[in-house]
């Protein structure tokens, strides 16, 4: 029987999430859902001094807003917690101490200062200092000592270290699901730190033992972590385990040049990198987006359907989704394009539902009185919206339905408002004076029955009522416009325009 999917999501919280990090939990998502599989979080914690307060929770916050929820994880248990590294801190020395006896690792006791003096040693020669085979019989741990003076030190409490014992001369064929076959020379490999003095291991050892005891089937994350990946493959074998699949996610690059889409790159163009706010950082959820947009765009981000669709929903992501279809080649993050997915969720929202999110907004901006009734509003909104990416872009796309506009578009006014207008306008005044079922259909017949029979063009009168109306040439239907802020306030404006133009 085929071994049952499960896969992790395992960020270390030292801030907030980048959404390189939701790329890899949704990849990760999306595959156990599809394969009925169990999409676990495990929080890699082992660095203390690269703790930061209040990460974790920012970390889970993200995944309940993108609507990826993990089914295993702080919190929630199923039998393999816990699920923070630093609550598991008691499990990792038996391992470390089980390859030792392997003969697979090894104690090491050179100093951070003897280290650093070897390093900058050949760094002034023009080389790069790695420990492993070709020095690590002279530098000081337990294969250039012997097992006396090793057990001396340990007993007098010497701080040490316990180092892989990378083997010599062989070659190790990785397979990724997503770059296939990777050969690689262990020779070029250095004995990797997988336990440090102050009693933690380090990511590498953690994150194997958690693996496993996890029965973690895949392992999907960011390129970052291909080069850590023969380690971990020849940690597999020397605790003869089953080593579970991999999949190395490409880069999310920057929109323009080249490099990976950084922070700075969100702050100079003026997009989010981050799913929420952190401090100063501005947040997809913050700057208006759906968490369904950021959802799609993002699952594009690195895979594609093979088609030419590019609208899914969560649902339609699991059915479509594979490794296979992931490329290796970076993938360019385009910010236009997330406003783009964004319009689209936008639109396909109830009008009442977005009302509601723009009521908000106007209560923030203290709009009050007028017809600001949830009816109104919706209809506001289904006027607007085909025009909006955001909810944020409601205001200036209709804030003429709240308030007569404080200004009138200079540009428009010189092509509109012609001697004769002010003339015109107050003839209209009238003849809306006039009218008792103040509709929009009842407007336009009776108004443009005055047209006719005044033998005016529309273009003297539409133009300029647009621009007193609404402060510029923009805007619905105009008739539309009039039967919703009414009578009384379309004969006021037009007044008011009168005077002051
Ligand atoms: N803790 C690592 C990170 O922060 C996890 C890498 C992995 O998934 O193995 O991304």
Redesign the pocket.
């Known amino acids: 029987m085929p071994k049952k999917v499960r896969v992790r999501f ?3 919280p030292t801030g907030p999430l980048h959404i390189g990090g939701i790329r890899t939990a949704l990849f990760n998502y999306l595959y156990a859902k599809k394969h009925n599989g169990d999409f676990v979080l495990r929080i ?1 914690d082992t660095d203390q001094n690269r703790y930061v307060e209040g990460a974790e929770q920012y970390i889970i916050d993200a995944l309940d807003w993108c609507g990826i929820p993990y089914d295993e994880g702080p919190g929630k248990d199923s039998g393999f917690g816990p699920y923070r590294q630093s609550e598991r801190k008691h499990l990792y020395k038996k391992y470390a101490d089980e390859l030792i006896s392997r003969g697979k690792a090894y104690y090491a006791f050179d100093t951070a200062d003897k280290l650093d003096f070897h390093r900058k040693d050949h760094e002034a020669k023009g080389k790069t200092f790695i420990y492993n085979w070709h020095n690590r019989l002279k530098l000081n741990n337990s294969l250039s000592l012997t097992s006396e003076e090793t057990k001396v030190k340990i007993e007098a409490g010497e701080d040490f270290v316990i180092r892989f014992l990378t083997p010599k001369d062989e070659k190790l064929h990785l397979k990724d699901i997503i770059r296939g076959a990777i050969e690689i020379d262990t020779n070029i490999l250095d004995d990797k730190v997988l336990f440090k003095s102050d009693g933690m291991p380090t ?1 590498h050892l953690a ?1 194997i033992v958690d693996d496993h005891l996890m029965q973690i089937s895949h ?1 999907i ?2 390129e970052e ?1 291909l080069p850590s990946l023969a380690l971990h493959q020849l940690l597999y074998d020397a605790f003869e385990w089953d080593t579970p699949e991999f999949a190395h996610l490409p880069l999310i690059m920057k929109p323009v040049g080249k490099g990976k889409l950084s922070k700075r790159d969100g702050e100079k163009m003026g997009f989010p990198v981050f799913p929420l706010s952190w401090n100063d950082s501005l947040g997809y959820r913050e700057a208006g987006y759906f968490p369904e947009a950021v959802i799609n765009f993002l699952a594009l981000l690195g895979w594609n359907p093979g088609t030419e669709k590019e609208i899914f929903d969560l649902e339609e992501l699991v059915i479509a989704f594979s490794l296979e279809r992931v490329h290796k080649a970076g993938a360019r993050f385009d910010p236009e394009k997330t406003k783009w997915f964004n319009h689209h969720y936008l639109q396909n929202k109830t009008d009442t539902g977005l009302a509601e999110l723009f009521q908000l907004e106007l209560a923030k901006k203290g709009i009050p009185g007028h017809p600001v009734n949830k009816n109104y509003i919706d209809k506001v909104v289904s006027l607007i919206k085909e025009r909006a990416n955001f909810v944020s872009d409601f205001w200036d796309l209709s804030s003429y339905f709240f308030k007569a506009p404080d200004s009138f578009d200079e540009k428009a006014v010189r092509k509109q408002w012609k001697d004769d207008t002010p003339q015109i306008m107050n003839d209209l005044v009238a003849v809306l004076n006039g009218i008792e079922d103040f509709s929009s259909e009842n407007v336009e017949t009776l108004v443009k029955e005055w047209i006719g029979k005044k033998e005016l063009s529309f273009g003297k009168v539409m133009p300029p009522l647009r621009l007193v109306i609404v402060g510029a040439m923009k805007g619905p239907h105009l008739f539309d416009i009039l039967g919703m802020i009414g009578k009384q306030e379309s004969i006021s404006r037009i007044q008011k325009a009168i005077s002051i133009l």
């Open positions: 395992a960020p270390s890699e990511y994150n392992v994350r960011g972590w």
